[in-house]
């Protein structure tokens, strides 16, 4: 498809662009700026409700909002550089917005970095008209814990409604009243409790909407943004780390068109304070009789790991998290299996290579014309930014199919006389995508896509929503550490437990009661503390350099924000390593120099980037169909989906910020499921079986196919495979 | 809320061809179910009949005259003011209903029977003063008619 | 009376038969026409509606025929027909005497526009404060459906919920929608991407009824009405300082003089004549001496403002001009939407400088910076709403200049209490104008 280009004047400069171009890029591209507040092309299309961008167009006798408008061949603009009329165009709108605005830039955090501030001070009046009372009201008004509403700063660019209604879809945050009356609202004064509601910061072209953590921390100019990627999630969204003092004091994002269009959820925007949380663990600890524990240098807790890994003579298992970085699994893994022959590691799931084959980005999602959403897990809750992609094709025009039970619909989809299986075959831009536990890591998709003909579909693949950040980056590099192999040990010497989500998690607590002894890395003391016999101090993915890979099979890029408050792990690994003989070294552009060579074809780190590309795809495709399905469920009852909630994990567990995120002790139901027991949306039931049965509230959820019943990890107690739920 | 609400919204959504658009039919229904005026139940109430989120109905009907967000009184007599019912005496007719009620414009009586508004150009001009009460034009009304108007509104 | 025979297009027949009654309106005619056009060929209506030179009733003016024969072509989407009943315009209560006294006639057009749109779909958004009109338009309806003539039409009748802004087209098509009723930026314009995205064509009431006598008649013979660029007749509202205030259905080109002197019966109370609002509350305004115009468009523009929707306000010598124009700033404050930043700040910056003005706490520099914000306002909001404010005071200033001036010169109003505008309480004053007061 060729682009047709055209011609525009701006301000008597030449461009060729192409058709359809939007004249504010137009005119970024002639070297010129059109001030805008409201325009932001990510929302949708252009509103012209701000009246900044005021230009004369030729032949058209009034100025013209020429966001709203695209490139045409022959066209010809002027901006406020050489036309009169539009400069008092843009006087006059500079001047309204200013009217009722309290002009408070140096109590507001905007300051500095604030298109409004920036524009009054370049193009506007020295002194205001206006000498009436200005329009004043409380302030701020809690959005949400995160989020602070200064209404008086507020222009009613309607960025952030724009937002909340036409991207997140999730309705919350409106405009009510009318005209200038109108204010930037949630229902009641309830808190926005949504998981992108954080975007709205970013959004807001003034200092309307703040963010709570950020308030009266830092200015523009004794700050510095570190490019580096969110480690909460296999998406890996691009980031900017706001650093003052040494400091996380925030968190942008950094807009990766491909994998995060520049959205962020709320956990990746707010949960950073965790790195200062309280039971910060800053230094090695020791266990002294049962629950006690006792600070030591690191010369002696070096001696005491090197003690426990000698003991163990080999029988060592490692627990790993999946947030560990490409190089930390890759150096822990040869100190483990070539010093000590320790290969047994344990991740939280499996991964596969076998999706290699039907990569895509992300973003194709958005072009794509069908999609098939396999298993009952929220996207949202697994992937975030994968469930804005999802909204943003259908809106496109996209259908997307939720096929039930992932294993169970994988199976039948793959058989050639199933109806959507029929359409995904056909179509050129079809996507796939597992949101479920218990993927094979992919390899059941991969079958699955395979079997539908995608290999040869360059604009049709498949998105397997792992459970950890960088599960697939570890798993290759602990694989490439060494090519011996050996079976689980039978009795545990020892427990390697890496990270806090390892730490954390209910099966890893269980090997650590079969072990005979246990080292723990983790970043807080409540993780830790109990059933340690070594504790090394955890670093955060803001305290790391290396590589994570995503969901898609991106390799991207971490920068070290923050200095960690203990020597990070690739440091005192590679220490270990010296006493057994291990070169491993602690530095991670040398760690993925040595690893490059072996998975990633060479690929110098410095060419990572600050916005990775996608690798092409691979060749072989592979992959094994889950097996057969379970029966159905018995009589009235459900079956149970569990699933790990976004606001979830040791992190968010730390942020105060975020715990009215964290999901309500509630049961979903579909309206069929909920009308056939006689429930009403909110009423209290009992969910459960003969054995255990406990008390959730009922929420309705039309969007949930029957014959399920949905609940959070949380709140699920023990509970697993069919349930039964009644009213009290 | 009365029985069969939902289904007598979706029953509006019908008439087009997206049901977000029946969301003012069923205010005003939400809002005549609620005694005349729109609490927060009743925004959850019309946002569970068509899909939307409370906030997204508090957000339309706060942009309209007619939606109350407050409660009202069992009457409503509205004065229109704008010009043409202005020039012929409209403020007059105004402070007659103040004077017998009691209240000011936006006012409700104490005894929750009448709720004293002023409105904009009620498209009555040719015949002004305007003034509607419970939704019906009297065109024209003077200061001499207001006694006997809510004498009949209080009668009735 | 002058000497023109008076000519009724959309109100004929409405003194001597109940034309809300389906029988009668079938014995004069009614209806005939629908079966007429139906046998034509849709474009052969829209050709009779180019000829007939009928211009949009509701304050722009845009011709019909050309309105609807921009309609986008095999976009494999529904077209709407919208029919514009919002009426809110202060001064404009003719749609409303059309709705309650000749329905049928309205219901007609709608019908053989549909028929000239391929359109199966109407709806009529109808103002909701007209709650009479509603009823009566409801029964014609009903009346319509029994008597089988909607031939596959459906036509909705859709209750507004007060807001000036959703007479806009692109506002109405928002509320419709069930949003805010926030007007969009054009283009695209409705006729492209109107109701759902959908090619929509978008009239008022008094357009859509004059439809079936241009059926019966032909476009020649309409165009023949009134005068050049202004053909046919209006239902002009007439009202104010004016013996006989009402709609008077007259041939364009009629001068004021004639409204208001022959038909309204001249000033009342022996008040002398002071100004003339000739086209609804946004347009600029004439003095007594520019009565001699004629009311059509061209007449209207070459007096320095427009014809608009067609309603006359009369004003003696009793107004006081400040007040005149704080209280249109007023309306024009209350109904702004909110969208644009002119209109929703300049409406309520013009408020307090007028009311400064009036209340003798103005100095000269005061009308200099009104005139300003209004020039600020002009031709830069996202829709007319915000001219249709700036005009009309902006012409008040220019046209009664002294009298503005003794304002701020007095320290006050010169009608010391006797405007027959002193003190009048606008909606706007009713409502807080913040939402949430600061706490002492």
């Known amino acids: 498809m060729s682009v047709e280009l055209v011609t525009v004047v701006i301000d008597d400069r030449e461009v060729q662009v192409a058709k359809g171009t939007g004249i504010v890029e137009t005119a970024l591209s002639a070297g010129i700026e059109i001030p805008v507040f409201c325009y932001e092309p990510r929302l949708g299309p252009a509103v012209g409700a701000c009246r900044m961008c005021l230009c004369e167009v030729e032949g058209m006798p009034k100025l013209q909002a020429v966001c709203t408008m695209t490139a045409q061949d022959g066209m010809v603009v002027r901006t406020a550089q050489t036309s009169a009329k539009a400069a008092e165009g843009q006087d006059a709108t500079l001047e309204f917005i200013l009217v009722n605005h309290p002009l408070d830039c140096p109590v507001c955090d905007k300051g500095g970095e604030c298109p409004l501030q920036d524009l009054t001070f370049r193009w506007g009046p020295g002194n205001t008209r206006m000498e009436f009372e200005k329009r004043t009201v409380e302030k701020p008004i809690p959005v949400s814990p995160a989020i602070a509403l200064d209404r008086e700063r507020c222009i009613l660019c309607y960025r952030c409604t724009r937002f909340s209604e036409s991207v997140a879809e999730d309705g919350q945050l409106v405009a009510v009243n009318r005209g200038a009356s109108s204010v930037i609202a949630t229902f009641e004064d309830q808190p926005y409790r949504a998981p992108f509601s954080g975007n709205v910061i970013e959004l807001c072209p003034v200092g309307a909407l703040t963010s709570t953590q950020y308030r009266f921390l830092g200015r523009p100019w004794e700050i510095q943004n570190v490019p580096t990627v969110c480690g909460l999630c296999p998406v890996g969204c691009n980031t900017h780390a706001t650093m003052r003092e040494g400091k996380v004091r925030r968190m942008l994002s950094r807009n990766h068109p491909e994998v995060d269009e520049g959205w962020l959820c709320d956990k990746g925007r707010f949960a950073f304070t965790h790195l200062y949380a309280r039971d910060r663990i800053t230094d090695p600890l020791r266990r002294v009789r049962q629950r006690g524990f006792e600070e030591l240098s690191w010369d002696d807790a070096l001696d005491e790991a090197e003690r426990l890994l000698r003991d163990a003579q080999g029988r060592i298992v490692t627990a790993l998290s999946g947030s560990e970085t490409v190089e930390q699994a890759y150096a822990l893994g040869k100190l483990l299996r070539r010093g000590l022959g320790a290969h047994t590691a344990v991740l939280p799931e499996e991964t596969s290579s076998a999706l290699d084959a039907f990569r895509l980005p992300l973003s194709a999602i958005r072009d794509a014309e069908l999609v098939a959403v396999l298993g009952d897990e929220p996207v949202a809750e697994r992937a975030p930014i994968v469930d804005l992609w999802l909204r943003a094709a259908r809106r496109a025009g996209a259908r997307i199919e939720h096929t039930g039970d992932a294993a169970e619909s994988c199976r039948r989809l793959a058989d050639g006389r199933d109806a959507l299986g029929k359409r995904l075959r056909e179509s050129e831009r079809a996507i796939l995508i597992w949101s479920a536990e218990e993927g094979s890591g992919g390899s059941h998709l991969a079958a699955l896509a395979s079997k539908l003909g995608f290999g040869g579909k360059p604009g049709s693949g498949a998105f397997h929503l792992p459970a950890t950040p960088n599960g697939r980056g570890i798993a290759d590099a602990w694989a490439a550490c060494c090519d011996d192999e050996a079976d689980s040990p039978e009795e545990i010497g020892l427990l390697v437990v890496s990270g806090d989500e390892a730490a954390a998690d209910p099966n890893v607590r269980a090997l650590a009661e079969r072990a005979e002894r246990v080292i723990v890395t983790s970043m807080f003391q409540g993780l830790a503390v109990g ?198 | 809320m009365m029985e069969g609400f939902a289904e007598r919204v979706q029953e509006l959504a019908m008439q087009y061809p997206d049901p977000r658009s029946a969301i003012m039919p069923a205010l005003h229904l939400a809002q005549v179910e609620n005694g005349g005026w729109l609490s927060p139940e009743s925004f959850e109430e019309v946002g569970a009949a068509l899909g939307l989120t409370p906030a997204y109905c508090q957000a339309i009907a706060s942009f309209y005259d007619m939606y109350h967000l407050a409660p009202t009184g069992k009457h409503l007599v509205e004065v229109c003011t704008n010009i043409s019912c202005a020039l012929v005496g409209a403020q007059r007719v105004l402070e007659a209903f103040q004077q017998e009620l009691g209240v000011r414009p936006g006012e409700t009586t104490e005894d929750g029977e009448v709720t004293l508004r002023t409105m904009e150009c009620a498209g009555g001009c040719g015949w002004a003063p305007v003034v509607v009460v419970d939704h019906r034009y009297r065109e024209p009304t003077t200061p001499e008619d207001v006694p006997a108007v809510l004498r009949e509104l209080r009668g009735g | 009376m002058g000497s023109r025979e008076r000519v009724q297009v959309v109100l004929a027949g409405a003194d001597e038969h109940d034309l809300t009654k389906l029988a009668e309106f079938r014995k004069a005619g009614g209806y005939k026409m629908l079966a007429k056009a139906r046998k034509l060929e849709p474009q052969a209506i829209v050709e009779e509606l180019l000829t007939s030179g009928l211009r949009g009733r509701g304050g722009a003016g845009f011709p019909m025929g050309r309105k609807a024969s921009f309609l986008a072509k095999d976009t494999g989407k529904p077209v709407y027909l919208v029919v514009n009943a919002d009426e809110s315009e202060p001064g404009d209560f003719k749609d409303r005497e059309i709705m309650f006294r000749v329905p049928h006639r309205l219901l007609e057009g709608c019908l053989i526009t549909a028929h000239a749109i391929d359109s199966k779909h109407v709806f009529i958004y109808l103002r909701g404060e007209y709650s009479h009109e509603f009823e009566v338009l409801r029964a014609a309806l009903d009346e319509v459906r029994d008597a089988g003539l909607l031939g596959g039409v459906t036509i909705v009748i859709h209750r507004g919920a007060g807001a000036y802004i959703c007479g806009e087209e692109t506002a109405l098509l928002e509320s419709l929608e069930g949003k805010r009723g926030q007007p969009r930026s054009k283009p695209p314009f409705p006729a492209v991407q109107g109701l759902y995205a959908s090619p929509t064509l978008i009239n008022n009431v008094e357009t859509v009824a004059t439809v079936p006598a241009i059926v019966e008649h032909g476009g020649d013979w309409y165009a023949a009405l009134g005068v050049e660029n202004s053909a046919g007749t209006r239902v002009f509202s007439l009202s104010g300082n004016v013996v006989n205030g009402g709609n008077y259905e007259l041939e364009l080109g009629t001068s004021l003089y004639e409204l208001i002197y022959r038909i309204g019966g001249g000033i009342p109370d022996g008040r002398k004549l002071k100004a003339v609002i000739p086209g609804g509350s946004s347009v600029p305004v004439l003095t007594a001496g520019e009565i001699q115009y004629p009311l059509d468009f061209d007449s209207m523009a070459e007096a320095g403002t427009m014809l608009g929707s067609g309603a006359v306000i009369v004003i003696d010598d009793r107004c006081c001009m400040v007040q005149l124009g704080l209280r249109v700033a007023q309306f024009y404050q209350h109904e702004s939407c909110g969208k644009c930043t002119p209109c929703r700040e300049g409406t309520r910056w013009m408020v307090q400088i007028l009311r400064a003005i009036e209340d003798g706490r103005a100095d000269h520099r005061d009308l200099d910076l009104l005139l300003d914000v209004c020039d600020r306002i002009l031709g830069k909001c996202l829709c007319p709403l915000g001219d249709a404010a700036a005009m009309p005071v902006a012409s008040y200033v220019t046209k009664f200049a002294d009298e503005y001036r003794q304002h701020v010169e007095e320290g006050g109003c010169p009608f010391g209490g006797q405007s027959s505008l002193e003190g009048v309480f606008a909606p706007v004053d009713q409502h807080a104008e913040v939402p949430v007061e600061v706490p002492a």
């Open chain 1, 531 to 728: 059933w340690a016999d070594l504790v090394l101090p955890g670093t955060s993915y803001l305290e790391r350099d290396g590589t994570y890979v995503n969901l898609e099979g991106r390799l991207q890029r971490l920068r070290r924000a923050a200095i960690p408050p203990a020597p990070d792990e690739l440091a005192w690994i590679s220490k270990l390593a010296e006493r057994f003989e291990v070169e491993v070294p602690p530095y991670a552009a040398a760690v993925f120099a040595e690893l490059s060579e072996l998975i990633y074809d060479g690929l110098p780190f410095g060419e990572v980037g600050e916005r990775a590309e996608l690798r092409t795809r691979s060749e072989a495709p592979g992959g094994e169909l889950p097996g057969e399905f379970a029966p159905a469920a018995a009589n009235g009852e459900l079956r149970l989906v569990r699933y790990r909630p976004l606001f979830s994990g040791p992190a968010v567990e730390r942020v105060p910020e975020l715990q009215f995120q964290r999901p309500s002790p509630e049961v979903e139901l579909a309206p069929q499921d909920a009308e056939a027991r006689g429930i009403r949306n909110g009423e209290a039931v009992t969910v459960g079986h003969a054995e255990a049965a406990f008390e959730l509230r009922a929420r309705i959820n039309a969007s949930l196919r029957t014959g399920i019943a949905r609940i959070a990890n949380e709140h699920a107690g023990d509970l697993g495979g069919f349930v039964e739920v009644t009213k009290p």
